[in-house]
């Protein structure tokens, strides 16, 4: 009996001993930064001057400002590429609702961003519109509430035609989108690193051993009508 307690006492000690020692790799969820100064900013207060639309239906698709905010109304394709090109580590915080009040562009569908968009080939803000005249850019690309709100992916763009493979895939109804809500977007590009967040929820996270380091940032759409407001790129410091 006493040498069964002995064995006891030795096990627990054991057991205690190693879970106090133990280290636990917990997923990492989000990337530790200090966020700095704000680079680039715009509240479309007034016009959107530091904007360029490509737009596949322009006589039929219309940018403007509206209470503020930017406006999209598009029949078809429409990027819309902030002017400054961006490089190293920021973050970009912008809202964005998708408006559902039965106009004619008004579809619940494709909230979707371009980031780190370069063209190999040279130049920029030629394109017409067309999702397909992107296919042999350099960028990242996710497409929230696809596919007639039935998708939710995230892509790596790497100018081969054909070569943009689905990296990540929501198909579940909480990850796609709603007409007429708020929704916070941010993205982080740091050291390699590209996360994704919709109202602080963390969509994407994808470590790229091969990153893209610059480029330019786009809303993308097709068919659908939507406004943006509160749009700010910041520094991240090392």
């Known amino acids: 009996m006493k040498n069964s307690i002995s064995f006891f ?20 969820d989000t990337i530790e930064f200090k966020k700095g100064k704000i680079l680039f900013a715009d509240d479309f207060e007034n016009n959107i001057e530091k904007w360029f639309a490509e737009l596949e239906i ?10 503020h905010q930017l406006d999209l109304e598009a029949k078809r394709g429409a990027t819309i590429w902030f002017k400054e090109k961006l490089s190293g580590n920021y973050m970009i915080t912008y809202d964005e609702w998708i408006v559902d009040q039965g106009g004619e562009n008004d579809r619940v569908s494709d909230m979707n961003v371009f980031w780190m968009a370069t063209d190999p080939e040279g130049g920029f ?4 519109g067309k ?10 690309y996710a497409g929230i509430g696809g596919n007639e709100n039935k998708t939710t992916r995230f892509r790596k763009y790497t100018g081969v035609l054909g070569d943009k493979a689905v990296i990540k895939e929501y198909t579940d109804s909480s990850h796609l989108i709603k007409g007429n809500k708020l929704y916070q977007i941010k993205i982080v590009v740091k050291d390699g690193r590209s996360q994704l967040y919709v109202n602080n929820e963390l969509y994407f996270d994808y470590n790229d051993v091969n990153p893209y380091t610059e480029g330019y940032f786009g809303f993308r759409t097709t068919r659908s009508h939507q406004r943006f407001d509160n749009f700010k790129v910041y520094e991240i410091k090392k």
């Open 9 to 28: 006492v030795v096990i627990l000690f054991f057991h205690l001993f190693s879970k106090a020692n133990l280290v636990i790799d917990k997923p990492i």
């Open 131 to 140: 999702f397909p005249s992107y296919d042999l850019l350099h960028l990242y």
């Open 125 to 128: 803000f030629h394109k017409d």
């Open 58 to 67: 322009p006589e039929k698709s219309k940018v403007s400002i509206v209470n």
